[in-house]
């Protein structure tokens, strides 16, 4: 069933939702400017970046195109201009929100025979744009997943070898904790940054790639669009049994780690406190800067349980409801997924809003040769995984962050209680949102 703020905004929206509600037709204008809205900070290098492709495409086609940035506040702004019944014409959002604003009727429904180049675009990242009733509402234009960082001099100064598995792993985790690996001694050091904090939920959005990879899910499709939950799943709660030990028995995990979102949890493998970091791609230009290419290695993570899978993301383009130029919109999202589109927004140091092609005719090698590059590539394509276009993906984050951020700071918690307590709150969740499996 629908929620009332779904249907709330389905009625104020300029087109027809999928119940039905009356939509009014705007005359196209195909000389009016597209107003383009990206979820970045203003002034900051994706804002640049974005500029920059604008440009591209204005030269190319004619269309005019208005960038805004905006990250603070982003959704309850996009809320008004609905209500307002003036969304803007095209949104550069991050793929995992494409749930959220198609159940609540903000996106038109793309036809991919318009966009030039679609037969081009990876399958895998293509999947990413479609809704649970399978039609496409989000084109990407950026991909990534997660890869493992690890002080390389530290390792080699222990001796030691990448990690092929879970096992060596953790072992590498203890003998970065242990064994003053960079040689002040003092025991100050731990094997793995992890950002565990509830805010956000990027407890289990860190730890998306520790339960995928030993095959659990958060919640698993169950055929027609419907889902079930699965935290208390043997597969899952063997996953997290060994994500928590980490902290809990081997305690290899950044102390503090249970408070920290993505900036502190950075800055620990920056400063040296912690040897290893699953991250993606955009913190390397960081990385290089302040500790050197030499003194970190980027690998990808070891094979879990039951296999290598982790997490994937990205950004897409969102043709938004009731736009007087409809035929701007496609030609957008078409030349932003071009060959040559996704060269302009992968060129620069850091000024980039492409992580990874989308389009398979770009050859990462030849925009990056820079193999740190290749092995992201290679990840994604091999192990990457989304998570899946529910309706609303954020209280499932949310609500299997507070459990695994509880399992960490009290060890003394039942696991397995709790996740049969997070299975009931997903099941709610679910049925809230009208995907539950019968």
Known sequence: MRTASTMLTCLVVLTAC????????????????????????????GEQGTLKLAAAFEKATGYKVKVTAIFDDFETKMQQRAAQKDLPDIVMNDAAQLGTMQSQGLLREIDLTKLAGAADLSERALASGKGVDGKQYGVPYSA??????IRKDWREKLGLQPPRNWADLAALAKAFT????????????????????TKRGYASWYFSNFLWAGGGDFVAGAGGGRFKPAMSTPESVAATQWFRDLACKDKVIQPGAVTMDTPPTNETFESGKSGMYVVGPYLMPRYDKSLGKDKYEVVPMPRGARNADVLAEGGAIYLMAGSPNNAGQDAFASYAVSAEGQKIGMEGDTAYIVQLPVNKTVDITQV????????YADVYQSSGHYPPSIPNWTPVRQAAADTLNALVADCGLDLTAELRKLDTKLAEILAE???AAS
């Open 433 to 435: 949102q009208g995907v």
């Open 178 to 197: 242990e064994k003053d690996p960079d040689g002040n001694g003092r025991n100050d050091t731990y094997g793995l940054a992890a950002p565990l904090s």
């Open 144 to 149: 990534q997943a997660t890869a493992l960082l």
């Open 368 to 375: 990056r040769p820079d193999p740190r590059w290749k092995t």
């Open 18 to 45: 999928s119940s039905g509600a009356a939509g009014t037709r705007v005359a196209q204008d195909a000389k009016a400017t597209l107003e383009l809205w990206t979820r970045t900070t203003p002034g900051g290098p």
